[in-house]
Structure formats: C-alpha cells, structure tokens
C-alpha cells in the first residue's frame, strides 16, 4: 500500500511514522508513505495556500490551485492511480468498514486541510471522498490522515503480528471488545473475574460475549442497537 500525503505541515508526521506499527510496516515493505509539502505547489512570489473568504467571514481558507496541482501531480507517479480524499469535519465518517475498504486499494492520496476550511471546488471536483474521523473540529487535517494510514495499514496482511487479534477485535462483529486481564489474579482487592480463571473454555467464551454486549448496550447504544435491531 502506498499513501501520499499533502501538506503544509510535513514535520507533523515524523514522529508518529518512526515508531511502532507503522515504523514496522513500513521497513518490512508492507506500506509506503510519501509526505508532500502543499507549499511546493503553489505559485507566485509568496507561494500563497491560503486566502480570505468571499462573503467575508473570520479566517482563511485554501485555496483550489496549488491542491489541483499536487493532485495532478502526485497521481501520475507511479503505476496505479490513489483513492483521493479530502480529510474534513464535513466529511462521511470514519469507520472500520471504511479501514477495510481502503486497505483493498493500492494507493491512497490524503489531503489534509488547515485554517477555517478549503475552497469547495476541491471537494466538489477534486477528491474521490471527504472523510471526517469523528464529530470534533481538529485544527487541520494532519492528525486526521494519521489515523487513516494507521487503521488501514494494520488490516494489511503482514502488518500486524498475529492476524487473529484483527479478526476478533472491536467493530468487526459490530460490538465492543470484552474485557481483558492478566497478572496478578488480585492488585488492590480488585480480583479478576472468576470466570477467567475457571480453566473452562465455554464459561470464558459466555462470559466474554455477555460482558461485550454489556459494554456495547451502556457506553455505545448505538451500535448496540444496529447489531440487535
Ligand atoms: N479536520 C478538522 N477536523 C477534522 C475531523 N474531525 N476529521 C477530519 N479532518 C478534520
């Protein structure tokens, strides 16, 4: 998989791509991530990305061209051609469907935008897709394409160590994670739950699934009731 990323702040990234999953995906070949400073597309004396809105209004906002042109640009390397996507707070929403769903393409391009917004023509006319990662407004879209190249990159085979904690994790049946311990059986008083130390595998198995449905029914009824009707 290779991801693109566009810009103005290409340092964001350094940290957060040098260590754990990422850092590891990326020396094994598994995933390829390139950062473009949007400055670099842009023209005239001041190299300007930015400028204020019409309507007025508070704050700038990006402007159409030096996009266009690393869009342009970016998408005719290489050989396949990138999923492109705008990251928004307008955008549909992230989630784990969505991280499969891109992690069975090849390439994909990240647009990151800053200051109050972007000129709408690229996500009119630019963009395959505008993607929120939550409702919050961040203060740019940098933090937002980190969290796209990590939930994808660990769906792609070879990526993570054990493909099995991917298959049986939050979200993919649609419900939360149970609950998990390990050493010391007590800390505090607090023990762990009798059944896991039962020896007994169809007591855990009973005991993860109601305790899961539990979680999901209090902290996320929502998708509680997506998975129950
Ligand atoms: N930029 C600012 N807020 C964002 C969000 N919630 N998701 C994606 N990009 C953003």
Redesign the pocket.
């Known amino acids: 998989m290779r991801f693109d990323v566009v810009t103005i702040f290409p340092e964001f990234f350094s940290g957060p791509l040098s260590c754990g999953l990422l850092k590891r995906a990326m020396a094994a070949g598994v995933a390829s991530v390139f950062i473009h400073n949007l400055r670099d597309y842009a023209e005239g004396a001041h190299l300007q990305v930015d400028d204020t809105p019409y309507g007025g209004g508070p704050g700038m906002v990006m402007k159409p061209e030096p996009i266009w042109r690393a869009i342009e640009s970016l998408s005719a390397v290489g050989e396949e051609k990138p999923l492109v996507i705008l ?3 307008q ?1 549909s929403r992230l989630d784990q469907a969505t991280a499969f769903r891109y992690a069975t393409a090849r390439r994909l391009l990240l647009i ?2 800053r200051y109050e917004g972007v000129d709408h023509r690229v996500a009119e006319h630019m963009v395959d897709e505008e ?11 940098e933090i ?1 394409a980190l969290v796209v190249i990590e939930a994808v990159t660990r769906l792609i085979p070879g990526a993570v160590g054990n493909p099995d904690s991917v298959k049986a994790e939050s979200f993919v049946e649609g419900i939360l994670d149970y609950p998990q311990y390990t050493r010391p059986p007590e800390f505090r008083r607090w023990g762990v739950p009798e059944e896991l130390l039962s020896g007994n595998h169809a007591r855990v198995d009973r005991w993860r699934h109601e305790q899961a449905e539990k979680r999901t029914r209090i902290n996320r009824p929502d998708l509680f009731h997506h998975v129950h009707g």
């Open positions: 990251l928004s707070p955008g990151s935008g993607l929120s990662i939550g409702d919050y407004v961040l203060a740019g879209g937002a």
